[in-house]
């Protein structure tokens, strides 16, 4: 039952903390004693069970006398096609690595830079905590639980990103009726031992004796005497009219001890929960193991009364008839024995154990467990289905499959979105507390990992950009198929050899540092220098003086839309009108070459020594006149 307070001004001068304590104790077991979510973590701990191949379900949180498995395993799985089928599933889902994009909402030229940055810097956040990896576990829990929640916190100065089990968060059923997002307390149990506590929140006396004597849970259910001591979070969000609060409390003499309080002023709260698949009402989904459950219950019947058929009837038995006078005594597996007698023969019987039925039937329920999730068999085992021999025939196989789990894959790319919006208000109360917060992240254009600081990012307000996702996996992570794809869209015009040239990059990590890469990178951040900071510059004749021109007159009509400074437009018109300059000086010297003008004239003829090289093509490199050693 929840508390009769459960809007009490967690801030008001008049309540001590031993109320604000008692109250957030309060209302933590409240939750977690009510009947939802006791059914709920129930459901959780057999699924756990039954993907583990566990007689006991293993589960750290709330293996209670409260808490029992609704199906009390009787044996390991022989065949454990719901561990299968949520294994194929969860790589399927994960296989895509989506990649947040910060897109700048307009401003200035400065302000696209500093969203740029904010981009790596999101992404160093990312490679530091492994968030990948981090994802495929939550598919995983939310295969199996209806949900998959990771937590955005900081410790010693850096955002660390964890991922949490779906039992630990506490969230009142009726508070989160109508979804995550409305539920205005979140709370978490979680298990830390009492050396840790008083290492971390031991800073009084009364805090010490609470957590020397704060009753403490066995997290396997066998109720052992562990240091492991309950500890609750609860956040509420902040409102128009008055602050939320973080609070922290353990089990105390009295009802609760509270280890921290501090306010909480934002609507926001660090986590972030996947479920891909929602209930019509409250916080939490339908997970897939609800409905391959069954059909695992049912291939188990099946296989123990195929087991119990086969050892009943495929023995050797054989048929002697009434009154034949057999020497028994002969009877053995020696290698050509003979067997003694008088009457007739006795006859081996060859019995079949059961119809073709019980088998049929269990290869259907083991398609139907794959079928029900949208999962290709042939693809969960590793194998390519039958007739299927060309790679343009598996692309539509596999986007056939990606198609059944659209929905889901878009429900995995928003929860990375939401991820980086929470990392990133995370890395900017570290800023705001520590007053220095950096990450290192790769950077295109550099051979190296670059420091990225938030000072650099530290004007930008939420109203100046906006995320959204791109996943990177749009084109196949296999060479063969990318380079498939990537050739296609270059004969069907959709895509120029530049283009394909960078979508190709990944295949090689050092492509990007190329002689070819490098020119075009070299040019960009001429342009950009010259839109986004009004600094001059000015092409050479070493320049690709083509490409120079081409994506100058593109970021000068991008610039025209954005409204960028109109005296840095004149700088890369310059900018331009001297490539262009260029461009005819070099043209002029090739056809003077070719029409036997005075420079043609004037050249010596080929094979002479310290003569000059030939002139260069329109828009090439020249050659440089190397000094002989």
């Not at 220095?436 to 938030?454: C, H, M, N």
Request: charged share 25%; glycine share 8%.
């Amino acid at each position: 039952m929840v508390p009769a307070q459960p809007d009490i001004d967690f801030w008001a001068e008049e309540v001590p903390d031993e109320l604000r304590a008692r109250y957030a104790f309060e209302y933590s077991r409240a939750v977690e004693d009510s009947a939802s979510e006791i059914m709920r973590r129930a459901t959780a701990a057999t699924h756990v069970a039954m993907y583990e191949n566990a007689a006991v379900p293993l589960m750290p949180v709330g293996a209670t006398s409260t808490m029992v498995p609704l199906w009390t395993l009787y044996d390991r799985k022989v065949w454990n096609v719901l561990r299968s089928v949520i294994s194929a599933y969860a790589a399927t889902i994960s296989r895509s690595r989506p990649r947040p994009r910060f897109l700048a909402s307009g401003g200035t030229g400065r302000t696209h830079r500093a969203v740029k940055k904010m981009q790596y810097l999101n992404d160093g956040i990312f490679s530091e905590n492994d968030v990948y990896e981090l994802g495929r576990m939550v598919c995983v829990d939310d295969a199996l639980m209806g949900g998959g929640v990771l937590q955005v916190c900081h410790y010693d100065g850096r955002v660390k990103i964890e991922r949490i089990l779906p039992t630990e968060i506490l969230i009142d059923a009726s508070a989160g009726f109508n979804g995550f997002n409305n539920a205005q307390v979140i709370g978490r149990k979680r298990l830390i031992d009492k050396t840790v506590l008083l290492d971390e929140f031991g800073d009084s006396p009364e805090k010490q004796m609470a957590i020397i004597h704060a009753r403490s849970e066995d997290p396997s259910g066998n109720g052992l005497n562990t240091r492991m001591v309950p500890v609750y979070e609860l956040y509420r969000r902040s409102l128009p009219s008055k602050d939320g609060f973080h609070a922290i409390v353990i089990p105390g003499n009295e009802p609760g001890c509270l280890l921290r309080k501090e306010k909480w002023k934002f609507k926001w709260v660090p986590f972030v929960l996947l479920v891909s698949d929602p209930a019509i009402t409250g916080v939490w989904g339908r997970s897939l193991a609800e409905g391959v459950a069954p059909i695992q219950l049912m291939i188990d019947n099946l296989l123990t009364r195929i087991h119990r058929s086969i050892k009943l009837a495929c023995v050797p038995r054989w048929w002697l008839p009434k009154g034949a006078k057999i020497n028994r005594s002969g009877i053995s597996n020696d290698i050509g024995s003979f067997i003694e007698g008088t009457g007739g023969a006795p006859q081996a019987l060859t019995v079949q154990a059961l119809s073709r039925e019980p088998y049929d039937m269990l290869n259907q329920h083991v398609q139907q467990a794959y079928e029900l999730c949208g999962i290709n068999q042939n693809a969960a085992a590793g194998q390519r289905e039958a007739g299927l021999e060309s790679g343009e025939a598996v692309r539509s196989s596999m986007e056939i499959q990606q198609n059944r789990l659209a929905v889901r894959q878009a429900r995995y790319e928003a929860f990375f979105v939401e991820l980086a919006k929470i990392a990133v208000n995370m890395a900017k109360l570290v800023y705001g507390s520590n007053k220095s917060y950096s990450v290192v992240a790769k950077v295109p254009g550099y051979r190296f990992l670059q420091t990225i600081d938030w000072s650099e990012v530290a004007d930008l307000t939420e109203t100046d950009f906006v995320v959204d996702t791109w996943p990177e996996n749009l084109l196949s992570q296999t060479p063969a198929d990318r380079i498939d794809t990537v050739t296609n869209l270059v004969r069907g015009g959709v895509w120029d050899q530049d283009r394909a040239q960078a979508a190709l990059d990944d295949l090689d990590p050092e492509a990007e540092f190329s002689f070819e890469r490098a020119a075009e990178m070299r040019i960009s951040q001429q342009i950009e220098n010259i839109l986004i900071d009004g600094k001059a510059e000015l092409p050479t004749e070493y320049d690709n003086l083509a490409l120079a021109l081409k994506n100058g007159v593109r970021y000068l009509k991008l610039g025209e839309l954005e409204d960028v400074p109109e005296k840095n437009l004149d700088l890369l018109r310059v900018y331009l009108d001297e490539v262009k300059r260029l461009q005819g000086k070099i043209n002029g010297v090739v056809g003077a070459a070719a029409a036997g003008g005075p420079e043609a004239q004037a050249a010596p003829p080929p094979g002479a020594g310290g003569g000059a090289p030939p002139a260069p093509e329109a828009g090439a490199i020249p050659p440089v006149q190397l000094a002989a050693a």
